[in-house]
């Protein structure tokens, strides 16, 4: 039992740390260390520089464009990225639909889409929840009728995150009555840009414009769009949410803001001492620490199995619940940190071009907006408690 | 990086549980505990002979060898069967203690005895008053006509009236919470002017209060370097903590395992109480925190074994810290899910709740670790964030 790298692990690293090091653009890495909000561009600029490395899908096998690592190689990858302050990568079409088509797409899917994904010519969407059906998806109600060459979708999409820098949307949709709720769910591709879909945006509580609504009305997709077999979708959708979970704690991100908690709480005056030395205060930081240091355990636990074959099951849930506690918390904590100067909400001071003076250290000016949008980590991806219920009935058998 | 134990490793921990399931059953440590004797010498004997209580001495002592991993094993299956045996006491604390500063005729001469089970130790560092601090030392030893005397008191010597040499620490120079001055002395409880009032713990195990009145003790019964005592003392003390952490996690997993077990099979309106939300959830929480401690035990075992103190104390004291509060979360919860029945004696459950709860009392609370691990945390430099410019490509 150890914890250190073998020096092949080692020697990755530093491939990956000298890379990230000469090809990050700094101002990016600003933006995103301080919470600078991302444009569409800052995501693509990333994401194709490393591409040009042949490092923008990292968990996809070599035979379809990606680097063939193994599980902890793809974590000291996220680890130096995440460290560098790099964008992380947009899921939705590396981590989600891309795996998906790699496993069930036909060769002419693979061949039109993969390559699309990995260039990011491409930005995918999600077509998952919908108004009635959250945590219960599989009782979707998006229909999509056969009709000769084409499926003609009717229905409607929520939460939709980023559709609108979409061009295309992986979408949950009702091809067949009866049965089982999950049988009859259908997994289909659809062009953004197809006559009948609009997308309109949700703003959220942080007053910003991230998820949305997309309404498909006649929409007509091709049935070569199909992915696999008609009214087995249910199992793709699940294949997808159990592909790569070991990320979803967010150990990485979570030390890169833990630091930048300190430097705040550090640079923060309170009562004529630093913050981050009274003492009420730097207990709170410390036991999100603490907290932190055994997950990065728990974390590594599970991609150790990983990497010698057993994909983790219900074992992502206990990572997800407990990762994204201590996501909201930093997120509160540094909110609390900045004290008043948490309070003043100019949104444009935290985009691009902004040319005005801050209100308060500029590190303070999206904490609260931020602290207001991490709500959502507990809610998205399966909320934590549909995450307790898998626990309960996968791990302990109840 | 990995996470598997070696062959050696493994036998170990098979050879352990399969000990103490054919000796060590619950009712077995009833009797022991009943018997008040502070341990149970067949079972004691049995570790012996497994060679278990050699397993933190070196191999050129005829030893097992073993460090922080070796005795996270022995721990855990120990915190699975609440084992109430003087093994940290003697066979961590006592052992490494002696390893680790002992001159070769210490060496020589008691590793072997205690590896066979003929001697025990145990280890009085507490004073009253000083609640967990280590440096609090106002027991005196003063060098006189070739002897040191000893006098003062020490709290909760946990297996000291069981113990055939105790090690003490006692102030040789300056004042009580003086880093520097204090020293290690084995003491014969036998001695005159050592008295003891023997008590028992809720957990099961026995104590002393112990006080020295003037003993004397040879100039050779000085451990290591004299005046410079407290990095020994924090070093042996941490590898108890260690030990401490992963029978923790053995006592969690007991109780994970018995409390979902009985949502299995008690029946409430009809149903198994296990198919009630609240109720599940709550497990998954108590799960959650298990395997958060238990990854906390992992650090400690192989941290405890760095040779940078700042980085083996951060790692402790953090595995302690939360592993305080997990073990509290898991035993409350455990007797809340039994309901009445994990109110009663005669169920395991509380006595693992029992010995959770003594665990985070034991060494330093949580809160004190907090504490130790800030003050860690503080010698360690901030993050910086002031890279220079020209490091980095343009867009």
């Not at chain 1, 899917?109 to 998952?128: M, N, T, V």
């Not at chain 1, 009555?177 to 006559?195: H, N, T, V, W, Y």
């Not at chain 2, 084992?83 to 604390?93: I, K, Y």
């Not at chain 2, 799960?287 to 790692?315: C, G, I």
Request: aromatic share 8%; net charge negative.
């Amino acid at each position: 039992m150890n914890l250190d790298f073998t020096p092949e692990e080692l020697a990755f690293r530093d491939e990956v740390r000298g890379f990230v090091r000469s090809h990050l653009p700094r101002e990016l890495s600003l933006k995103v260390i301080e919470h600078k909000r991302l444009s569409k561009d800052d995501y693509l600029v990333w994401q194709r520089i490393l591409h040009g490395r042949g490092w923008s899908a990292p968990s996809w096998p070599r035979a379809f464009g990606g680097p063939g690592w193994n599980a902890v190689q793809r974590h000291i990858f996220d680890e130096e990225c995440a460290a560098a302050g790099a964008p992380p990568i947009i899921a939705f079409g590396v981590y989600m639909v891309g795996p998906v088509i790699i496993a069930f797409g036909s060769p002419a899917q693979q061949a039109k889409y993969l390559p699309r994904i990995l260039s990011s010519e491409d930005w995918w969407c999600q077509g998952y929840s919908e108004p009635g059906s959250g945590s219960d998806l599989a009782s979707l109600k998006t229909r999509a009728e056969r009709r000769g060459d084409t499926y003609v979708v009717n229905g409607q999409k929520t939460w939709t995150t980023l559709a609108q820098y979409a061009d295309m949307m992986f979408c949950l949709v009702r091809t067949g009555a009866g049965g089982k709720k999950q049988e009859g769910i259908s997994f289909l591709l659809i062009d953004m840009r197809s006559p009948g879909v609009s997308v309109r945006p949700i703003i959220t509580l942080d007053g910003e414009h991230e998820v949305n609504e997309v309404w498909l009305e006649n929409v007509e997709v091709p049935v070569e769009n199909l992915v696999g077999e008609e009214g087995r979708g249910w199992t793709y959708a699940k294949f997808l949410l159990s592909h790569e979970r070991s990320g979803i704690a967010g150990v990485s991100r979570s030390k890169r803001e833990l630091a930048w908690l300190k430097h705040i709480a550090a640079s923060e005056t309170d009562g004529g001492h630093r913050l981050i030395d009274n003492p009420r205060f730097r207990d709170k930081i410390s036991r999100v620490e603490i907290e932190l240091m055994a997950l990065e355990i728990t974390n590594l636990r599970v991609l150790a199995a990983e990497r010698e074959g057993k994909p983790p099951g219900a074992e992502a849930s206990i990572l997800k619940i407990k990762g994204t506690e201590i996501q909201q918390s930093l997120t509160e904590l540094m909110m609390e940190a900045v004290g008043p100067y948490a309070l003043p909400h100019l949104p444009l001071s935290w985009g691009d071009h902004w040319l005005g003076e801050h209100v308060g250290p500029a590190y303070a000016a999206p904490l609260a907006a931020r602290y207001f949008n991490y709500r959502k980590v507990s809610i998205y991806g399966g909320s934590n408690e549909i995450q307790r219920n898998i626990v309960a009935q996968q791990i302990l058998g109840l | 990086m990995d996470f598997d134990f070696t062959q050696e490793q493994l036998l170990l921990q098979d050879s352990v549980r399969k000990f103490l399931e054919k000796n060590y059953d619950f009712d077995t440590r009833r009797e022991i505990v009943a018997a008040r004797q502070g341990f149970g010498p067949m079972a004691w004997q049995g570790l012996a002979s497994l060679g278990l209580l050699g397993v933190n001495v070196p191999e050129s002592h005829g030893g097992f060898g073993g460090g922080g991993v070796e005795t996270m094993i022995v721990m855990e299956a120990f915190g699975r069967h609440l084992v109430v045996e003087p093994w940290v006491a003697s066979a961590v604390m006592g052992t490494s203690c002696i390893v680790t500063a002992g001159t070769d005729d210490q060496r020589n001469y008691l590793l072997p005895l205690m590896a066979s089970g003929e001697m025990k130790l145990a280890c009085a560092f507490l004073e009253p008053g000083g609640r967990y601090d280590l440096s609090r030392v106002a027991t005196t030893a003063r060098l006189e006509g070739g002897f040191w005397h000893i006098s003062g008191s020490k709290a909760v010597v946990v297996h000291g009236a069981v113990a055939d040499l105790l090690i003490v620490s006692a102030r040789t120079a300056g004042q009580p919470g003086d880093a520097e001055g204090i020293s290690l002395f084995f003491v014969n409880p036998g001695e005159e002017g050592v008295e003891g009032r023997e008590f028992p713990l809720y957990d099961g195990t026995r104590a002393v209060e112990a006080s020295f009145h003037d003993v004397r003790v040879s100039s050779d019964s000085l451990i290591g370097v004299q005046d410079q005592g407290l990095p020994l003392v924090e070093l042996v003390v941490d590898r108890a903590i260690a030990a401490l952490c992963a029978e923790a996690v053995g006592c969690m997993q007991a109780l994970m395992e018995r409390t979902t077990e009985y949502l299995k099979t008690r029946q409430q309106f009809g149903v198994p109480i296990g198919r009630f939300q609240a109720l599940q959830h709550r497990m998954v929480d108590m799960l959650v925190h298990t395997e958060q401690a238990r990854s906390m035990a992992m650090l400690a075992a192989l941290r405890v074994e760095s040779p940078d103190a700042a980085q083996r104390r951060k790692a402790v004291s953090a595995a302690k810290e939360l592993i305080g509060r997990a073990g509290r979360f898991v035993g409350q919860q455990a007797v809340q899910l039994h309901g009445g029945m994990g109110m009663t004696e005669e169920l395991d459950v509380g006595h693992y709740v029992k010995r959770l709860q003594a665990i985070d009392t034991q060494f330093g609370d949580a809160d004190w670790h907090l504490d130790r691990f800030v003050a860690a945390e503080a010698a360690a430099p901030l993050p910086d964030f002031s890279r220079p410019r020209s490091k980095w490509k343009k867009l």
